[in-house]
């Protein structure tokens, strides 16, 4: 073990050496906008708390009730002792929202990527996925029996072109995207895809992590915000820790596919179920999600301030409360970042291997809670300090 202990220790210095330990943070204190660590008050421009949903007075008076009511524990797998009624209410109320026959909760969007891409695959079937899909897609593919293959970022003529050459009556092809992806904050023509994919009698896998809550009609997410059924997808995953702002996700689909996943997911049949009390405040705040429309409408307008006072910075194209600022030298990523907490601001630089090497960023993300003093604040310090790297 003496061996293993120092091979360990080498990996930590070389990453510290070239500029990409990441180091955990310890909040004090998370109010929307503002967050506190070590003593210090900060803007937050990081979280993914896209609605402000993680604090409302409704959303945490649920969690509390449901602590009393059901138990801060579920005690069990959902196959044991684990589903309660709460369970099923979430299950039920997903449905309605989003269209699915059937839904099933997972302790977090990686888990569900997971068992999502490797329960619904075997040997004899192929994986297409965007070139920057999300790590949890990744693994997914990569422990599936499944091949896989990837395809150039939101290239339709790329995957056109996969499709073509792999696609046959022998093997079962899934086509595996995001609804905006989560480093670049743009989105896929989900329309062109579904119709290739049916071209192709190929199936669509759909991560909408950070879709859901604030794109489409009562925030159902990327693919009612371009006209997509739920029907037309072979499976969507999301999440409640982005803009829900509470944790866990689901998977929606047909009643077979749910069914399947029920029996032969892994990571599901194993794991204790959610915790009942953290469901009672998914509940909550999906509730507000849907009701609450001025929520998205401030997020946009947000959005739009913000790519108006930064339109002179190297930003990545995006309409979504993520925006990427390009910085291209890790190092350099990481002394905008430090820079800015000095004036208050907490903005995370995003370095290799999270982003291609060239890349780093820091990753802008923008909630209905920041006031416009707020953007105007960012953006004058961006523009300042940046001017002051080239």
């Not at 005690?75 to 299950?91: A, E, R, V, W």
């Not at 990571?267 to 999600?289: D, E, F, K, M, R």
């Not at 194209?317 to 190092?331: E, F, K, Y």
Request: hydrophobic letters at 40%.
């Amino acid at each position: 073990m003496k061996i293993k202990l120092e091979q360990l220790q080498q990996a930590l210095l070389q990453r510290e050496a070239l500029q990409l330990k990441r180091t955990p943070v310890t909040l004090a204190r998370y109010q929307g906008r503002m967050l506190t660590v070590a003593s210090k008050d900060y803007l937050n421009f990081s979280g993914n708390d896209y609605l402000g949903l993680a604090n409302d007075p409704k959303v945490l008076q649920a969690y509390a009730e449901g602590a009393l009511q059901y138990g801060a524990g579920s005690t069990g797998s959902p196959l044991i002792t684990g589903q309660h009624s709460i369970h099923q209410q979430l299950n039920d109320s997903l449905c309605d929202w989003l269209g699915f026959e059937r839904t099933l909760l997972f302790s977090s969007g990686f888990a569900a990527n997971q068992a999502m891409l490797m329960t619904l695959t075997d040997k004899d079937d192929l994986l297409l996925l965007d070139r920057l899909s999300h790590a949890s897609l990744i693994d997914g593919a990569i422990h599936s029996e499944a091949s896989f293959k990837r395809f150039g970022h939101n290239d339709l003529a790329a995957l056109t072109k996969l499709l073509q050459r792999y696609n046959s009556d022998q093997q079962n092809t899934m086509v595996v995207t995001e609804g905006v992806f989560s480093m670049d904050g743009d989105t896929p023509d989900l329309a062109a895809m579904v119709q290739l994919c049916q071209d192709y009698n190929a199936g669509l896998l759909l991560d909408d992590a950070h879709g859901l809550g604030v794109l489409g009609d009562q925030g159902r997410g990327s693919a009612a915000a371009q006209g997509v059924a739920p029907s037309a997808l072979f499976c969507t995953m999301a999440n409640f820790g982005k803009a829900i702002g509470v944790g866990g996700a689901f998977i929606g689909a047909s009643k077979t596919v749910i069914d399947y996943l029920e029996q032969f997911a892994r990571h599901y049949v194993y794991s204790t179920a959610l915790s009942p009390a953290l469901c009672a405040a998914v509940l909550a705040s999906v509730n507000l999600c849907r009701t609450e429309q001025w929520r998205r409408d401030k997020l946009q307008q947000n959005i739009r301030l913000f790519r108006q006072l930064a339109s002179d910075l190297p930003l990545l194209p995006s309409d979504t409360a993520i925006q990427a600022l390009v910085i291209g030298d890790a190092q350099q990523a990481v002394q905008l970042s430090e820079t800015l907490k000095q004036e208050q601001i907490w903005l995370s630089a995003i370095r290799p291997p999270t982003v291609a090497k060239g890349s780093a960023r820091l990753r802008v993300t923008l909630s209905c809670q920041h006031k416009t003093a707020d953007i105007y604040q960012l953006t004058t310090l961006l523009r300042q300090h940046y001017d002051r790297l080239a």
